[in-house]
């Protein structure tokens, strides 16, 4: 704006002190001034009435196009920060979707594996129930076999000894 301003003085034919002075009056003021002031400030200058009514318009004008500039400039700022934002949060809700399908997956895959596992051991308890049956059996008949053996054997002891008394009578 300040580059315009100069250079519609130039133009004008002012000096660039006068010119610099209006612009610290319309600056004074935060950009949004009484124009009526700023061309009193130029005439008390020593520039015509008209000449300083242009020179507060076109400084004005100026003005309002710079701002409104920096407005949309502000905006399309705001709306690239906000669809970045939302790239990012979309780039965020994807890895997410991602990793819920790959807890999914891996959790079906530990599920089959702890199903196997289960069969597995189901398997080798019954094997092992079975072969525990067939050795607790086989204990059963041994026992018994040497319960009978060892009750045979006392008969026969007791029969032999029975016979040895009777023969002593005899």
């Known amino acids: 704006m300040a580059a315009a301003c100069k250079r519609l003085a130039q133009l004008s034919g002012f000096r660039s002190s006068i010119f610099n002075s209006s612009l610290r009056l319309f600056s004074a003021k935060g950009g949004i001034g009484d124009t009526t002031a700023i061309t009193r400030g130029l005439e008390e200058q020593g520039l015509p009435k008209k000449q300083a009514e242009a020179i507060t318009v076109e400084v004005w004008e100026n003005f309002q196009e710079s701002f409104r500039k920096r407005i949309e400039m502000l905006e399309e700022s705001n709306q690239l920060k906000l669809k970045a934002e939302v790239r990012s949060q979309m780039k965020l809700q994807s890895e997410i979707e991602k990793l819920k399908i790959d807890m999914v997956i891996n959790h079906n895959k ?10 597995t051991f189901r398997t080798q308890v019954s094997s092992i129930k079975y072969e525990a049956g067939g050795y607790y059996l086989k204990f059963i008949l041994k026992v018994s076999l040497f319960a009978l053996l060892g009750q045979a054997g006392f008969y026969l002891l007791s029969f032999l000894v029975n016979v040895k008394k009777s023969k002593e009578r005899q």
């Open 110 to 119: 530990l599920r089959s594996a702890i199903d196997e596992a289960e069969r």
